[in-house]
């Protein structure tokens, strides 16, 4: 279940350009890590149109990447922050794990799944980071905007 930050799930503001929302870590707040990235977004455009419209969904599946591994890899609640940046958006991920995330082999046709999602985080982001807390994680995205 989601909580947001912000009280009442309205839009963020478009003077502050930020969004911070609390999961519980349940499976469906994948989906609801998603559309928050989406609502914020689509509140960001108004003010600061992105240069492509690839750029959106570039950060609305880094978002689903890190709260899907974030369920995986770090049971327990999790917080999402977007925030408009100079030159894009800077998307935080904090997490209870304390084991910094770490490319794991793909192995196609098997059936097992999974294996691509940190590399299509890396790929997609200008830098990526991961600042390891006593009680957890912040993984910092930064996308072009």
């Not at 989601?2 to 502050?16: I, M, V």
């Not at 935080?92 to 985080?121: K, M, V």
């Amino acid at each position: 279940m989601a909580t947001d930050s912000r009280g009442g799930g309205k839009p963020p503001s478009e003077e502050t350009q930020d969004c911070e929302v609390r999961f519980d870590g349940g499976f469906g707040d994948v989906t609801r890590a998603r559309l928050s990235a989406e609502k914020y977004l689509t509140t960001l455009a108004r003010s600061a149109p992105p240069q492509t419209p690839e750029y959106r969904d570039d950060i609305v599946l880094v978002v689903t990447e890190l709260a899907a591994n974030a369920i995986q890899y770090a049971p327990g609640p999790f917080g999402l922050t977007l925030r408009k940046a100079f030159d894009g958006v800077h998307v935080t991920l904090s997490d209870t794990s304390t084991t910094p995330p770490a490319p794991r082999p793909f192995h196609p046709g098997t059936g097992s799944g999974g294996g691509i999602g940190w590399y299509l985080i890396h790929t997609l982001c200008d830098q990526v980071s991961v600042v390891v807390r006593e009680d957890g994680k912040d993984v910092h995205a930064f996308l072009p905007w």
